[in-house]
């Protein structure tokens, strides 16, 4: 099934499961164009450092279909996994509600935070925020009722999925404040453009939500806490800066003294968030590179401001990208004409997704000529080994460009799978991939 907005479906699925996001634990919930992920990231780590149960779902499945839930940070299995999520779909065609995949994947992540008795589950909205699946959280109700959600996060807005949310800043806005809950405190990223402040300041005045900007100074005393993460990008600065506003108002709910300055920074140096700004080498011919999913224009101009920060005689783009993204939108922010050149690539849609497509490599192709010295064809521009073959012989043929895979997050996937042995089991690759250090 498409991707169709609504929250109809997924209430009557989950009063069939006995409503465990209300009865059983409490929320997070997080909205935004960028940052969510990393932001989630960190509350994992900070809360599973203090010894907080928690529950982490986050979408779309980087390299298997259930590492978009995890449970104190752990990948949960995929045996129990797939148990719950037959269960789930058994009462979606009992009832014939119809849902959509999206629906089926967050019915089942809450019925998990139920089974394993989370304190605390971190939900990141799917797509923008008021008609999305997860927005069928209800407000904390102060002990009526024992879940709840109890803070809700907006990180940065930008332009995407215009086809659902709107075409300016102010239409998504509303979409992402779509979240905002009554009397539910809510913090957003300062440095969002006014028109989406302003949108998220009527929200929360209308439902008398609390709001709390990132420009104001945290509950938790940590001088510069951003030097204690291993995330690249000056954006992680606002992301963490959102967590922790976060775990000042999880601190004050809960009551909690585990949430120490000590777990806070213990938290933060282990945060890792895979397939943004990430420093890999490949594990056959040694070619170093920075992979980076940048799907969207605000992630490009991301990618960008670090690539201008470590650029010294031009890039090798690596390109593949979703059908409908932009590729002007991504080349104008990375790309230097005299000094970059660029092959396009090929990722491997879901098969979960049918909605999902590659962007047509002629097409990156023809657009991209507009701003780099070269692009580069190659045979088989799916085949990854063949990818960093042509890329070592590039590099023993004297051009010692760096090598920057972008575009898409689906094809941060592809790569990431080509390095990790597939033999093992799920919990292992993500284990794996979490040993992964960034610079």
């Not at 601190?251 to 968030?273: A, F, M, P, V």
């Not at 890999?280 to 920075?290: A, M, R, S, V, Y």
């Not at 409908?324 to 080349?331: I, M, P, W, Y």
């Not at 909605?355 to 990156?364: G, L, R, S, T």
């Amino acid at each position: 099934m498409a991707i169709e907005l609504g929250l109809k479906r997924i209430r009557k699925l989950l009063s069939y499961l006995g409503n465990p996001h209300v009865s059983s634990y409490k929320s997070v919930h997080i909205a935004g164009t960028n940052g969510k992920g990393s932001t989630i990231a960190y509350l994992s780590l900070i809360l599973t450092h203090a010894k907080i149960s928690n529950g982490r779902f986050t979408s779309p499945h980087l390299l298997s279909y259930n590492d978009c839930i995890s449970i104190n940070n752990q990948t949960y299995s995929l045996h129990k996994f797939e148990k719950v999520r037959n269960s789930v779909l058994s009462h979606n065609a009992r009832y014939n509600l119809g849902c959509t995949e999206f629906e089926i994947l967050t019915a089942t992540a809450f019925k998990i935070f139920e089974i394993e008795q989370v304190e605390l589950a971190l939900i990141e909205v799917g797509l923008g925020g008021r008609l999305d699946a997860t927005n069928v959280l209800t407000p904390y109700a102060n002990g009526n009722t024992p879940g709840g959600v109890i803070v809700c996060g907006i990180t940065k807005i930008g332009i995407d999925h215009e086809g659902f949310l709107g075409n300016t800043i102010t239409d998504i806005a509303r979409e992402k404040a779509g979240i905002i809950k009554t009397s539910v405190p809510v913090v957003v990223d300062h440095t969002n453009q006014r028109q989406a402040l302003d949108e998220i300041a009527r929200k929360a005045a209308a439902v008398n939500a609390p709001l709390f900007s990132t420009e104001k100074s945290m509950a938790c005393e940590i001088d510069n806490p951003i030097q204690y993460s291993p995330m690249l990008g000056q954006y992680q600065t606002e992301n963490l800066s959102v967590a922790l506003h976060i775990v000042a108002t999880i601190q004050k709910t809960l009551k909690s003294n585990e949430l120490t300055r000590d777990c806070i920074i213990s938290g933060i140096r282990n945060t890792y968030w895979p397939g943004r700004l990430q420093r890999l080498q490949d594990k056959t011919t040694g070619i170093e590179f920075l992979l980076d999913g940048a799907h969207n224009e605000c992630a490009s101009m991301e990618l960008g401001n670090y690539l201008r920060s470590i650029r010294r005689k031009g890039f090798i783009f690596v390109v593949g990208m979703s059908e409908g993204k932009s590729v002007e939108g991504l080349l104008k922010h990375i790309a230097l004409k005299d000094n970059d050149v660029l092959i396009p690539f090929h990722f491997t849609a879901p098969p979960e997704m049918p909605w999902v497509k590659c962007h047509d490599v002629e097409n990156i192709s023809m657009t991209a000529k507009d701003y780099v010295e070269e692009v580069l064809k190659m045979k088989n521009a799916d085949n990854i080994a063949d990818l960093f073959d042509f890329l070592a012989a590039r590099k023993n043929n004297g051009d010692v460009r760096q090598v920057v895979i972008c575009g898409s997050l689906y094809l941060c996937s592809d790569i990431l799978r080509h390095q990790i042995d597939l033999h093992q089991e799920p919990e292992q690759i993500i284990e794996l991939e979490a040993a992964t250090k960034y610079e």
